[in-house]
């Protein structure tokens, strides 16, 4: 889209509550760290507390059940003691839960003092609608401390590859892992964080970063930690009702999961039956055709977020919401648009790691739920951005690329630049960067005027494997004359991606000129369908533009369940051509 929206007044600043919590039952079979009132013992259970165990000679629990692969353990229960003490392994704590009260959110219950011995921990409530991330709510633990809830923390050294999140009950929340260091509640560089879909999983100690709420610090680095949380994060809109428990964390010595992903993965293996991923599998292109692992030709179809850096909600973060579209409104695809250069506070230069966890929150979501994903470099100028391109989607790669889910998409929509000379170069230059990493995801590839020119690429195609070439409409200013060149294009053997389209003007409907225009965007989509091209349609936010899904004078939630009602501008239209 070429006019990017008014700037989201969100503040992404770090907030003071950032230091304050910690999480639980970490669970590993090694030599236990000793806190005050850690209980010696000799052998067998007679020196223990009732259900504990006499383990290199202390008291603990019994170890837990593991899931397999790799030397990792997992447990499904959460041991805990009476008086809200954790233990587990060789770490331990004083579990409790915490909000932020002061902007009415809740949370049951406040500490679990007096929860029965063995219970998971389970909170509910709701955060309060704030500017981003004031309000909060999370269950902690503060690590190998004496079972006493005022008793001081000690600092623990991790001594495995990661960890592995036990979580249930989510009911769609979006929850994050945060640990803290010694000077966590005072120094944001003491803080890191990694964001969690679904039950979770295998984390890597690696991927824990400053990604959740800014770019205070690089990954963790292994230092001594006194507390490790789970978050539910707030909304600037809307109250974010939640509902979970903690069955466990657990420390690791491997991915318990067997899962095949690198870096940031927090969950692998399998699509999720009867998904999209799970029926088409890896694609691939084939003459001008996209095709599945059956070698037929798919079309995938789906939302294209707003710029992430300008959202209103969070509509493409929201797991729930993108697993409503996929059982709901039969979408298939989600596109992720990171800002890159839009003078925002949290456009990818300006806060790459804000910008970077968004991505990876949508990628991850898709990977759980069996849907493919385009991460796209949404900008005009990429080419003059190509270092920092290359850097980009080369981690991407690594992280991602052993997903057949994932599609790179290097650069949006280009403006007036040559083909031959600029254009095509900076996309070798990016393709040969994820080709070294992944030989086989799909690329889709921006071209001329605003991604229209798609017959002059296709003259002069990039060498590679599994490219196709983006195609944006918009149907109240582009027509017939612009599928003529998609047909061109088309018979030159190039395979075509329509990563954006709305029905409206070019301009994205603003209030200036709403018009829907969808008689010609039906012609648009018989034409896509007859041709079998793929496509994701502008976007998925609540705002005044008639391209917004959403109804700015209505409050929507971005976890699913929309009515007619909650649908605003082309909103109905594209549910109901994604329904088709």
């Not at 030397?71 to 003490?85: F, I, L, P, R």
């Not at 996209?290 to 209103?312: F, H, I």
């Not at 075509?496 to 965007?521: H, Q, R």
């Not at 007619?564 to 994604?578: E, K, S």
Request: glycine fraction near 12%; charge should be negative; charged fraction near 15%.
């Amino acid at each position: 889209m070429r006019i990017p929206r008014p700037a989201h007044t969100s503040r992404h600043s770090p907030l003071a509550w950032l230091g304050l919590a910690s999480t639980l039952c970490l669970a590993c079979g090694r030599t236990a760290l000793l806190a005050p009132g850690s209980e010696e013992c000799s052998t067998g259970t007679q020196d223990c507390p009732n259900g504990w165990v006499c383990r290199d000679g202390f008291c603990g629990l019994p170890e837990p059940v593991g899931t397999g692969g790799a030397g990792g353990t997992s447990a499904s229960v959460c041991a805990v003691a009476n008086g809200g003490y954790v233990i587990a392994g060789s770490w331990q704590g004083y579990a409790w839960t915490a909000a932020a009260t002061e902007n009415g959110s809740t949370i049951t219950p406040k500490d679990f003092s007096a929860q029965a011995a063995g219970s998971p921990n389970c909170a509910s409530g709701s955060v309060a609608a704030q500017y981003d991330w004031g309000g909060y709510a999370m269950i902690g633990v503060n690590l190998n401390q004496a079972q006493s809830k005022d008793a001081p923390m000690n600092t623990v050294v991790p001594t495995s590859a990661g960890v592995t999140v036990d979580v249930t009950n989510t009911g769609g929340s979006q929850l994050r892992v945060q640990i803290a260091g010694p000077n966590g509640a005072t120094d944001p560089n003491d803080r890191w964080c990694v964001l969690i879909a679904g039950t979770g999983g295998f984390i890597p100690w690696g991927s824990f970063n400053t990604a959740c709420w800014g770019g205070y610090g690089n990954s963790y680095n292994g230092e001594p930690i006194t507390q490790i949380a789970i978050l539910v994060p707030g909304s600037d809109s809307v109250a974010v009702p939640f509902n979970f428990c903690i069955n466990c964390i657990v420390e690791s010595s491997g991915n318990p999961t067997g899962g095949t992903g690198g870096g940031g993965a927090i969950s692998a293996g399998g699509a999720p039956a009867g998904s999209p991923v799970a029926l088409h599998g890896a694609l691939r292109v084939s003459g001008n055709k996209l095709v599945d692992q059956r070698n037929q030709p798919t079309q995938l179809k789906g939302p294209s977020s707003m710029w992430l850096n300008w959202e209103s909600q969070r509509f493409a973060e929201d797991r729930q919401g993108l697993q409503w579209m996929r059982d709901n409104w039969n979408a298939s695809l989600i596109r992720a648009a990171m800002g890159v250069a839009e003078g925002s506070p949290t456009d990818y230069f300006d806060a790459p790691a804000i910008a970077k966890g968004q991505v990876n929150q949508i990628v991850q979501n898709a990977i759980d739920l069996g849907v493919y994903v385009i991460i796209d470099w949404h900008e005009e100028n990429a080419d003059s951005h190509q270092q920092e391109a290359v850097a980009f989607f080369t981690e991407i790669a690594q992280t991602w690329g052993s997903y057949p889910n994932v599609i790179y998409e290097p650069f949006n929509e280009p403006t007036w630049q040559d083909w031959s000379a600029v254009l095509k170069p900076y996309h070798q230059a990016v393709v040969d960067a994820i080709r070294a990493v992944d030989p086989d995801n799909l690329i889709v590839l921006g071209t001329p005027t605003w991604s229209q020119d798609v017959d002059v690429a296709a003259r002069d195609p990039v060498s590679g494997s599994n490219l196709l070439y983006t195609l944006h409409f918009y149907s109240c200013t582009h027509t017939q004359s612009l599928r003529e060149k998609g047909n061109t294009a088309l018979s030159l053997g190039a395979a075509l991606f329509v990563t954006e389209w709305g029905a409206t003007d070019s301009e994205g409907g603003t209030p200036a000129n709403p018009t829907l225009c969808l008689d010609e965007a039906q012609r648009w989509h018989d034409w896509m369908n007859s041709n079998v091209i793929s496509w994701a349609a502008w976007k998925l936010d609540r705002c005044v533009d008639t391209t917004c899904y959403f109804n700015p004078n209505v409050m929507v939630p971005t976890s699913g369940g929309w009515t007619d009602a909650m649908l605003y501008g082309h909103g109905p239209f594209v549910r109901d051509r994604m329904k088709e």
